[in-house]
């Protein structure tokens, strides 16, 4: 398997406090134990682009741009809030092309066959941009961009999002409810932020919502019951991931009790219906993790799977 790291170091240098969790930290700490694993140099590794204003303009209106783009601060001036835990420095705007720029680019290069599958290391996260607004520490739906030029552009038929994040992605969700193109899956912890109420299965959303303290049995036991059919009846010709790791029990943002090799599950379950109806093609995008050892661990595991290393 040839997979492919994307990042740039734009995403680090957007900042919202030296006390906000959704710190440049965590895109240190996976390519540290990226390193300290000893898989780096099986991996590609590409810088990713600005992503082009026609892609973000196929999920995000032009006024939820428009937030970000035009309220971004001057070097040295205080952030400009968007909500009550997402803020704006001079950077943000370039690392937000970035992160979404990087999975419009693993999706044409999946798509072409130049790599099999990628990782996005990306920085803001995106699952909960919704396409009239950015929240919840998210700029742009990176996936859901990602997913969209994957239909439009490049004409896929089926696409599926798979998101393993603890918060519901609210933002996705609403950017392909109407959507046939498109089936979502995902689990979150609830009640819990965004404290959107849970949806109804339908014949493309299966968000299955669970208790604190979940663990990975009870996640495997869902996966099997409620994605994987609904992911082999769709036959998906391509997949996205919304990978966030902060169901980790080691991660106090979330309060689920998931550990890597409920991570390393999760991929091979993905990989194998990528594998039946998608050539093998698979985007990840990082989404949460916020205990920086956990983290960098479960990304390894993450990517250690999707390469079959």
């Known amino acids: 398997m040839t997979t492919a790291i994307y990042t740039h170091p734009d995403c680090l240098r957007?900042?919202?406090?030296?006390?906000?969790?959704?710190?440049?930290?965590?895109?240190?700490?996976i390519s540290d134990q990226l390193m300290r694993a000893q898989i780096n140099d099986l991996l590609e590794h590409r810088q990713a682009p600005l992503v082009a204003m026609a892609d973000l303009e196929r999920n995000h209106s032009r006024n939820a741009i428009a937030i970000v783009r035009d309220n971004v601060p001057a070097v040295g001036a205080d952030d400009y809030p968007i909500d009550g835990d997402t803020s704006l420095n001079a950077y943000s705007w370039l690392a937000a092309q970035r992160a979404a720029g990087a999975a419009v680019a693993a999706t044409d290069a999946v798509i072409d066959g130049e790599i099999d599958n990628a990782f996005c290391s990306v920085r803001p996260p995106g699952h909960h941009a919704r396409p009239s607004e950015p929240m919840g520490f998210c700029m742009f739906n990176n996936v859901?961009?990602?997913?969209?030029?994957?239909?439009?552009?490049?004409?896929?038929?089926?696409?599926?999002?798979?998101?393993?994040?603890?918060?519901?992605?609210?933002?996705?969700?609403?950017?392909?409810?109407?959507?046939?193109?498109?089936?979502?899956?995902?689990?979150?912890?609830?009640p819990f932020y965004p404290y959107t109420p849970p949806q109804p299965y339908t014949a493309n959303r299966v968000n299955v919502p669970v208790p604190a303290h979940s663990k990975g049995d009870v996640v495997r036991q869902l996966v099997a019951e409620h994605w994987l059919p609904a992911l082999h009846a769709f036959q998906p010709q391509m997949i996205f991931i919304s990978a966030g790791f902060d169901a980790h029990r080691e991660d106090d943002i979330g309060g689920m009790g998931l550990v890597e090799a409920d991570y390393v599950w999760l991929t091979e379950q993905v990989m194998a219906v990528a594998r039946l109806y998608a050539k093998g093609r698979i985007v990840s995008c990082l989404e949460g993790g916020y205990n920086l050892s956990a983290l960098g661990r479960s990304v390894v595991a993450h990517v250690k799977a999707l390469a079959e290393l």
Do not use: C, Y
């Not at 957007?14 to 700490?29: F, K, N, T, V, Y």
């Not at 696409?159 to 498109?182: C, K, L, M, W, Y």
């Open 14 to 29: 957007h900042q919202m406090g030296d006390w906000h969790p959704e710190s440049p930290a965590r895109l240190q700490a």
């Open 144 to 190: 859901a961009v990602a997913a969209k030029h994957a239909l439009e552009v490049r004409g896929l038929q089926r696409i599926a999002i798979v998101d393993f994040d603890v918060h519901h992605g609210n933002g996705t969700e609403e950017a392909f409810a109407a959507e046939p193109r498109a089936l979502m899956v995902s689990f979150f912890q609830h």
